[in-house]
């Protein structure tokens, strides 16, 4: 069974731009969180989608937005890029609609923000 | 305070030491407890995955958690230089929570 799948795997970009990065979750799993890991601050929570639907969200600006398909697929955007966005950022799947379950990590895109 | 407190290491041991790896959290809500291995440019991979309080083991590694005292443990027996990598704990209240994680350890395994 293929695992996540993140595109791209790398990406640069220029403050004030905006930028979409796309995860493919494994198949058979609904639910799909999004993460961003900085050296600083480690692996924080952005949000997670299930069904379509936004469930969570964890503390970060407005301009960290997501959606997902009806075929699962998820995607991320960052809107007026700043430099601190350079982050390895990670989607995560899993299958059952409560609880942490088991999630499965992509290999992440990583952003640079010059 | 951070929710969740991990020792970055560097930690470096001889190839077959036992390991061990720690976290401490504050938010007593916690009841779901996992480990991650990261190797370097690549995505966490789930090693370790514990409901609540108690003991699991699969093959050489370990982990132990314990709610009273908000401390969970990873155990690794005869560690070989592919475990080197960064470990990093994670933990859930449950429902659509994220996981919230710690910075992660780099262990270091010398040959």
């Known amino acids: 069974k293929a695992g996540v799948t993140q595109t791209p795997r790398y990406l640069i970009k220029t403050r004030g731009q905006q930028v979409t990065l796309s995860c493919s979750p494994i198949?058979?799993?609904?639910?799909v969180s999004w993460y961003q890991q900085t050296p600083g601050q480690g692996l924080q929570f952005l949000f997670e989608?299930?069904?379509?639907?936004?469930?969570n969200k964890g503390n970060f600006p407005g301009r960290f937005s997501g959606r997902q398909f009806s075929n699962s697929r998820s995607e991320m955007n960052v809107s007026t890029l700043e430099l601190g966005d350079s982050a390895l950022y990670l989607c995560?799947?899993?299958?059952?609609?409560?609880?942490?379950?088991?999630?499965?990590f992509g290999p992440g895109t990583r952003l640079t923000v010059l | 305070q951070k929710e969740v407190e991990q020792d970055p290491g560097p930690l470096s041991v001889p190839e077959g030491a036992i390991v061990s790896l720690n976290c401490t959290y504050s938010?007593?809500?916690?009841?779901?407890f996992m480990w991650y291995r990261q190797y370097s440019r690549k995505g966490p991979e789930l090693l370790m995955y514990?409901?609540?309080?108690g003991n699991k083991e699969d093959g050489r590694f370990t982990a132990q958690v314990d709610k009273s005292s908000k401390y969970i443990s990873l155990f690794i027996r005869d560690s070989q230089p592919s475990d080197s990598a960064t470990y990093l704990c994670?933990?859930?209240?449950?429902?659509?929570?994220?996981?919230?994680f710690g910075k992660g350890t780099h262990l270091i395994i010398q040959p």
């Open positions: 989608y299930f069904s379509e639907t936004q469930r």
């Open positions: 198949s058979g799993h609904r639910s």
């Open positions: 938010n007593s809500a916690f009841q779901y």
């Open positions: 994670a933990m859930s209240a449950g429902g659509a929570d994220g996981l919230t």
């Open positions: 995560a799947s899993s299958w059952t609609s409560t609880g942490p379950d088991t999630q499965y």
């Open positions: 514990t409901y609540s309080s």
